[in-house]
């Protein structure tokens, strides 16, 4: 028996021979033993292994090929290059030393010479990292002062310093490289054509937060060009790309959020993301403190957005988790100037018509146009009709607290600027006013209170409003009065810059002489006498 199986296993492949070696471990000299039945069992076992090893050899194949071809084993590779210390050769010694003299003396003549260009080639294809390290330093040095076009040979030594063991190396290089991509001294298509992405890819896997940012940045401009972006797609960078947008330094994972926002302009790297998993992490990222990355993901998802066939799978995560998300980044202090376009303020117009009853809509709506209320965008905000559609939501009658604060805090802060109150003014009306005024009298709603009764103040004087604020006398004398005696400063200073703006009517003026308002102005007049001595006596206190 054992000659037999000897002679089926002898044959064609290694997996048959270890095959062979295998029984003989399990079965040694007793293989003779066996029975009848047993070694018809091996035999038809090792029949079907024969069948199947091809299969299973060429798999085994390409896994090791693959394995052979990851950067973690060039990475080791480096590393064991390291040990030892090479040979200083003597070429390089008397290259060096011109080198270093044309560095003091004639850098500023021709730093894109051809001795210069002799020189860094030897020095970047030298096994010394000494040398490669000035080689690399000389690059760094010319991308923050030349600026011309880098000729196509000096990308060559590139190549050699790239794929350096020394950190330092990797460092300066990948930096300088940045540095002219981003002056356009270097063609980015040019970049890929010289074999330059494939040691840029592989430095995205470094174990170094500098290096990793660098390559990070090159990819990103690298992506600009939609040539690079299928190369880039080509050469499996999309992978490592995703796993930094989840790096703790917030450089690496800036540059590497950007480098996927410029890769999804093409459609088959879009599939890629969405195979590898990039739409939960870039949801994620949304929620990011840095704005720049709440800004890269945003802009990936909305390009990801604009093909239909990715809708399922960025509603496919549960509770609405996207839409949630996109609301709560709408509604957060973020800086948005790019995001406050016409359509989207038409839309939240829109939207606060439709859904007036609906305190969260309002709520969350509101919040989100407050925030997009930066002083350039207010105009736009203006033209939309996103002030009437909040003035309107006022009169609900199922309008909540909490989405009262949003209206009323919204509306205010836009109130601060002249042609918003203008704005405002044109839509008020008796329901309005009267709304406005119950607000402000709502003591127990402290917020909304307050901000209806300075959306008051901002309009006291033009034309239209008096004689819609004349029918409310009294009870804006009433929400003035609980002003005055209010604990908090603020309410206090309203209340009185509100009173000398109504005074000036005659009306408003007679009635406040037959209140109790001059009584109350004395009040917060000695309140205010008493606060000052008390204050310059701890001054005068602390002086001693």
Request: charged residues 20%; negative net charge; contains cysteine.
């Amino acid at each position: 028996m054992l000659q037999e199986l000897k002679s089926v296993c002898s044959s064609r492949n290694v997996f048959s021979s270890f095959l062979f070696l295998l029984l003989c471990a399990a079965f040694g000299t007793r293989m003779g033993q066996l029975c009848g039945r047993c070694i018809q069992l091996l035999r038809d076992f090792v029949a079907f292994v024969q069948r199947m090893s091809s299969n299973l050899v060429q798999g085994i194949k390409e896994c090791l090929t693959l394995i052979s071809k990851c950067s973690c084993l060039k990475q080791n590779s480096s590393k064991a290059r390291q040990l030892y210390k090479p040979i200083l050769q003597p070429h390089e010694r008397v290259t060096a030393q011109e080198f270093l003299q044309h560095i003091e003396t004639g850098f500023e003549m021709s730093p894109l010479g051809k001795d210069p260009l002799e020189a860094l080639r030897t020095l970047a294809f030298s096994e010394n990292p000494g040398l490669q390290q000035s080689a690399a330093l000389y690059y760094l040095h010319m991308s923050q002062h030349i600026n011309v076009p880098l000729p196509v040979e000096h990308l060559e030594p590139f190549y050699a310093l790239l794929r350096s063991a020394d950190l330092e190396v990797q460092q300066m290089s990948s930096l300088s490289l940045v540095n002219f991509l981003l002056e356009g001294n270097i063609d980015k298509e040019l970049v890929v054509q010289m074999g330059l992405l494939e040691p840029i890819l592989d430095l995205l896997e470094s174990e170094d937060p500098t290096v990793q940012c660098n390559s990070c940045a090159c990819t990103m401009i690298l992506a600009v060009s939609e040539s690079n972006r299928e190369a880039i797609g080509a050469a499996r960078g999309v992978t490592p790309l995703l796993s930094l947008a989840n790096s703790y330094d917030p450089r690496v994972q800036q540059n590497a959020v950007g480098a996927i926002l410029n890769l999804t302009q093409s459609e088959k790297i879009q599939h890629v993301l969405c195979k590898e998993g990039a739409l939960p992490v870039l949801t994620l990222l949304l929620e990011s403190p840095d704005s720049e990355v709440q800004y890269y993901s945003c802009a990936t998802l909305s390009n990801m957005a604009a093909n239909v066939q990715h809708h399922e799978a960025m509603l496919r995560p549960g509770n609405r988790f996207l839409l949630r998300t996109l609301i709560s980044l709408l509604s957060s202090s973020v800086d948005k100037d790019t995001l406050a376009c016409v359509k989207l303020l038409q839309s939240l117009g829109m939207l606060l018509s439709a859904h007036k009853t609906d305190p969260v809509i309002v709520g969350h709506t509101a919040c989100i146009i407050k925030n997009l209320s930066l002083s350039k965008n207010r105009q736009r905000i203006i033209e939309s009709p996103c002030v009437e559609g909040l003035l309107q939501t006022m009169l609900s009658t199922d309008a909540q607290e909490d989405s009262l604060h949003y209206v009323t805090s919204c509306l205010a802060e836009l109130a601060k600027q002249e042609g918003a109150t203008l704005c405002m003014v044109q839509w008020m009306d008796e329901p309005l006013t009267k709304c406005l005024v119950r607000l402000a009298g709502q003591v127990e709603h402290t917020e909304p209170s307050f901000q209806a009764a300075s959306i008051i103040q901002h309009m006291i004087g033009h034309e239209k409003m008096m004689p819609l604020l004349k029918s409310h006398t009294r009870e804006i004398q009433a929400y003035l009065e609980n002003f005055l005696t209010h604990q908090e400063i603020r309410f206090q200073q309203l209340g009185i810059s509100t009173f000398c703006r109504l005074r000036e009517d005659p009306e408003f003026s007679l009635a406040f002489r037959k209140s109790q308002m001059a009584k109350l102005l004395e009040q917060v007049r000695q309140q205010t006498e008493e606060t000052q001595e008390l204050l310059r006596a701890a001054i005068c206190h602390e002086d001693c």
